[in-house]
C-alpha cells in the first residue's frame, strides 16, 4: 500500500497532550492518556488503541489529541476502520490543528480501499479550502485517487505536475513510479508548461468520471 505518512505529520498529538496534563487536565484523563502513550512506545497498539479511545470518549481536554492519536494508529496500521474513524473525527473537529494530517489519513485509506472518486472529493475539498497550501503531496494524492477512478490521462497529468515542476519534493521519486506505472497501463498526457493552479475552481477541475481521456479540469496549460 502507497503511503505519504512519512511526508505528511502535523505538531504531535502526544506532546500537546502531555502539555495539557501538565496545566492540570482531570485526572482519569491524565492516567489513561500516559498508560496508553506507554502502551504505543512499547509497542502495544492493542493496548494504546484501547486507551486512546478512552479518553476521546470520556471528553475533556484531552479528548480531541486522544482521537488524533487514534486515528494515526489506524493509519499507520492500514485498517479499513480507518475511513470510519477519520470521517468522525473531522465531523467532531472540523478546525482542529490536525484536520490537515487526518484529511491525509482519509484520502490515502480511500485510495487504499480502491474508492477513488471519494478519495476525490475530500483532496478537492483540501485543495479548495487552502489553495495557498497545497504542497506536492495533495497533487500526488489526487494523482492516485483519478489512477483509482479510472482516469488514468489525468492521473498521469497530475503525476508530472510534481515530477517537472516540485522537483525538489520529497515525494517526486513517489510521483516518478507512478507515473511510470500509468504509462505502462497507455496513459498518455502532455507536460505542463505553467504551475497548477490549485485554488482553481472544483466545478472547473470536475469530479471523476468514466471514459475521460483528457483534463477537464482547465487548470492548467499543456506543452
Known amino acids: 500500500m502507497f503511503r505519504f505518512r512519512s511526508h505528511f505529520r502535523s505538531i504531535p498529538a502526544l506532546t500537546m497532550a502531555l502539555a495539557l496534563v501538565c496545566a492540570g487536565a482531570p485526572a482519569f ?7 496508553a502513550g506507554e502502551a504505543l512506545a512499547a509497542g502495544d497498539t492493542t493496548s494504546a488503541l484501547a486507551g486512546f479511545d478512552r479518553v476521546a470518549r470520556a471528553g475533556g481536554e484531552l479528548a480531541e489529541a486522544a482521537h488524533f492519536e487514534q486515528v494515526r494508529l489506524m493509519a499507520d ?20 490543528v490536525y484536520t490537515d ?30 489553495p495557498e497550501d497545497s504542497p506536492d503531496i ?6 492516485r485517487a483519478l489512477a483509482s477512478a479510472g482516469r488514468i490521462h489525468e492521473a498521469l ?19 516518478r513510479k507512478l507515473a511510470d506505472e500509468l504509462r505502462a497501463k497507455g496513459a498518455s498526457a502532455r507536460t505542463p508548461t505553467r504551475s497548477w493552479a490549485r485554488g482553481s475552481p472544483a466545478s472547473a477541475r470536475g469530479a471523476p468520471s468514466s471514459g475521460s481521456t483528457t483534463s477537464t479540469r482547465g487548470a492548467c496549460s499543456w506543452a
Open 77 to 96: 496500521q492500514g485498517g479499513a476502520q480507518t475511513v470510519e474513524e477519520a470521517r468522525e473525527f473531522l465531523g467532531r473537529y472540523p478546525d482542529s
Open 101 to 130: 494530517t487526518v484529511r491525509g489519513f482519509l484520502a490515502d485509506a480511500l485510495i487504499a480501499a480502491n474508492r477513488g472518486a471519494d478519495a476525490f472529493a475530500v483532496i478537492d475539498t483540501r485543495l479548495t479550502d487552502r
Open 29 to 35: 484523563a491524565d492516567d489513561e492518556f500516559v498508560r
Open 157 to 175: 497529468a497530475d503525476a508530472y505536475l510534481v515530477t517537472h515542476e516540485g522537483f525538489k519534493s520529497p515525494v517526486v521519486a513517489d510521483a
Open 138 to 143: 495533495w497533487t500526488l494524492r489526487r494523482a
